[in-house]
Nanobody, 119 residues
Framework: VQLVESGGGLVQPGGSLTLSCEAS????????MGWYRQAPGKERELVAM???????NYGDFVKGRFTISRVNAMNTVYLQMHSLKPEDTAVYYC??????????????WGQGTQVTVSS
């Protein structure tokens, strides 16, 4: 299973960015798709996750600023980020979990996309 991320970059405080991630490969089913982030010197943390049924889970720091959405037919997940703060600066990683065509569990990660919030 491969993940291709896009949408990172440099944005000013208070600005917005949208990240996207498309999964491909030997996918039988996808349970969860979402985003984690890791800032320098910090542990990786959950940003947002969405299940195949549409249930969502957000990190406490999101506080209504981010919205995750998923297009099941395209194996794609989006993360709309608004009111960005300098502390949101991190490498954002796409993650997906499910079963491959051999009916084995997979847990796949993208290569990461840098988000920098700075004036």
């Amino acid at each position: 299973v491969q993940l291709v991320e896009s949408g990172g970059g440099l944005v000013q405080p208070g600005g917005s960015l949208t990240l996207s991630c498309e999964a491909s490969g030997s996918i039988f089913s996808i349970n969860g798709m979402g985003w984690y982030r890791q800032a320098p010197g910090k542990e990786r943390e959950l940003v947002a996750m969405v299940t195949s049924g549409g249930s969502t889970n957000y990190g406490d720091f999101v506080k209504g600023r981010f919205t995750i959405s998923r297009v099941n037919a395209m194996n794609t997940v989006y993360l709309q980020m608004h009111s960005l703060k300098p502390e949101d600066t991190a490498v954002y990683y796409c993650n997906t979990r499910g079963f491959d065509t051999d009916r084995k569990v997979y847990d796949a990660w993208g290569q990461g996309t840098q988000v920098t919030v700075s004036s």
